[in-house]
């Protein structure tokens, strides 16, 4: 199929999309890579009166470190990330995360601003982003605003960006050197969307964990008290630790009903939690 007719607009600079933003009518889509915009158009699922194409602004396409953050731009694609082309501040683990997404052809073009955008609960950013205590700042013609991954996306392709905003840069927290850190996805085969996520960073000399459970047809599920999946204490023997019957009480507490969706959820989960510990 073929798209329905839509105004398509380049603009030169942040300032110039912003004010294409602030002034547009109708549905506008901010398309980067356009790895998840294009299948929507020629499906005609998405039906914008105007698409405004952001590749190549070079002010979206910066990563640097500021205080213990790295600072990356939104239009940094999954290949800079996989190939090491921008600064690491998480022991690797982002590196690791973007290659495991789809094929080199997508991480070529696709973006991480586009891809958490985007919001598709089966895609990798939004929960790896999530486990890692990202943060988005969002930009307007009014200014900027810092919000949590974990109150960013809030359901399936919806997040909390606002007619005329557009993702500006996310901002990741160095890891320690102690933390240990684990994504884990279940695929029917390699490329496809994920089935499940499990996303852990656990920090075991603080006693902190941050566990998130992706790929639910929803926003990913940080678990809020996440010693609780591990006796109520997480330490050095957290695989031992590790209790699936409290995590599966979770995902039904959480509307997972259905016991094969809960049960490869749960492997996934301890695969990670495993992975974490080797």
Request: net charge neutral; glycine share 8%; with cysteine.
């Amino acid at each position: 199929m073929k798209p329905a007719s839509f105004s398509y607009e380049r603009p030169a600079n942040v300032a110039s999309a912003l004010e294409v933003l602030g002034s547009a009518s109708g549905m506008v889509k901010v398309m980067a890579g356009g790895q998840s915009l294009g299948p929507m158009l020629n499906l005609r699922l998405a039906a914008p009166d105007l698409i405004m194409d952001i590749a190549g602004l070079s002010e979206l396409e910066h990563a640097a470190t500021d205080k213990g953050e790295l600072v990356i731009g939104a239009c940094v694609t999954h290949a800079d990330i996989e190939d090491g082309r921008i600064p690491d501040v998480t022991r690797g683990a982002m590196s690791r995360v973007a290659a495991a997404i789809a094929y080199r052809a997508v991480r070529n073009r696709g973006t991480i601003g586009g891809s958490l955008a985007h919001a598709d609960p089966s895609a990798d950013w939004i929960s790896a982003l999530l486990a890692l205590g990202a943060k988005a700042v969002l930009r307007s013609s009014k200014g900027s605003r810092k919000i949590a991954m974990s109150d960013f996306v809030v359901g399936a392709l919806e997040t909390t960006l606002q007619p005329g905003e557009l993702i500006e840069q996310i901002r990741v927290p160095a890891t320690s050197p102690s933390s240990r850190w684990a994504y884990v996805k279940a695929c029917r085969k390699t490329g496809e969307f994920a089935h499940a996520i499990g996303s852990v960073l656990i920090e075991p000399e603080a006693g902190t964990a941050r566990i998130v459970i992706g790929a639910t047809e929803t926003a990913p599920m940080l678990v809020k008290d996440a010693a609780e999946l591990f006796g109520g204490r997480i330490t050095g023997e957290f695989k031992a630790q590790f209790d699936v019957r409290v995590a599966d009480r979770l995902l039904l507490q959480a509307g997972m009903s259905d016991p094969c969706d809960r049960q490869v959820h749960l492997t996934v989960l301890r695969r990670a939690v495993m992975e974490a510990a080797a």
